[in-house]
């Protein structure tokens, strides 16, 4: 979006008016995400998504609730149904699967298959010249107000967030912990130097430095110096981030209209995402889906 050596005070008005850390109050949750992923294409009740998921029943117990509160979840006959606010994370469920299988093609999880019989390849687009959307391509637009948010339930508390070291790092695994979330989202608003990320975050000096290296280690940040810039790889998270944004104005914001302050170069236009198939360019959504059930070698990590 912007090169790390312009002002980083120049952005803070986006960052604080950025609805990215409200949206990881919802789904930026270790399990959350899974939940929802586990319940895109039926209803599941307590007992399946404990058998399916491996989650230690009173993390389950506390996601659901959490979730339903969020109004992501409703109660359905045979347990559990997703809500719409829930149905509209499929943008964020299928980009976040498609940059793990990208590095790791045997990545467990929940296989979708589009309509044209492919499996889904999804692919972000601008809604109004239905090009991909690049980070190369984005400006930053007037900054958006600052979120009014609709009454909302307090966050849940955060566990520690469990890094293996040595292991991929995974989309899932860098939603579910709002510090690195927040960190890489700040990566694209072009704050990138050790000391511009601290004063933004307000963090603890260990707790960055931890993030940091396993931003590094995974491959999505590359440092230099006091500098820690996004690789191709981490370039390749925006389209994930633009549709957090995305889902956060239409869910949370109290006007619910788009707004992520981001204009889009090719169009001019303010940038408004949506999801096309990667193979035959048609709309994605969970009526052109179906599963195929939950694929890997391991279910319990
Ligand atoms: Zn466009
Ligand atoms: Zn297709």
New binding site residues.
């Given amino acids: 979006m912007t090169k790390p050596s312009s002002a980083p005070l120049a952005v803070t008005a986006h960052v604080t008016a950025s609805i990215v850390p409200a949206v990881l109050d919802v789904i930026g949750q270790r399990w959350s995400l899974a939940i929802i992923q586990a319940l895109l294409l039926e209803d599941k009740s307590f007992g399946q998504l404990l058998r399916e998921l491996h989650i230690p029943r009173s993390t389950l117990a506390a996601r659901l609730k959490h979730l339903q509160a969020m109004r992501c979840l409703e109660p359905s006959p045979a347990g559990y149904s997703l809500a719409e606010a829930g149905r509209a994370l499929l943008p964020i469920i299928s980009l976040a699967r498609a940059w793990d299988v990208s590095l790791v093609p045997e990545t467990q999880g929940y296989e979708l298959i589009h309509c044209c019989g492919e499996r889904l390849l999804p692919l972000l ?7 991909p ?1 690049h980070v190369r ?1 984005i400006q930053l637009g007037a900054p958006a107000e600052l979120p009014r948010l609709g009454d909302l339930p307090k966050p849940l508390r955060r566990s520690r967030a469990e890094f293996s070291a040595g292991e991929p790092l995974s989309a899932t695994e860098i939603l579910g912990d709002r510090w690195t979330a927040m960190v890489v989202a700040l990566a694209f608003y072009g704050v990138q130097r050790y000391g511009d990320l601290k004063r933004h975050l307000s963090i603890a000096p260990n707790i960055l430095a931890d993030r940091l290296l396993r931003l590094c280690e995974g491959g999505v940040l590359l440092r230099e110096g006091h500098c820690y810039r996004l690789s191709e790889r981490g370039l390749q998270l925006f389209p994930l981030i633009v549709a957090l944004m995305a889902w956060g104005d239409r869910w949370l914001r109290e006007t619910g209209q788009t707004q992520t302050g981001l204009r ?6 303010l ?1 408004e995402p949506e999801l096309r198939c990667g193979c035959c360019a048609g709309w994605v959504d969970l009526q052109s889906v179906q599963g195929t059930g939950f694929s890997g070698p391991n279910k319990s990590a």
């Fill in positions: 687009v601008c809604r109004h010249c239905a090009q959307i391509d889009h170069r090719p169009c001019a236009q940038l």
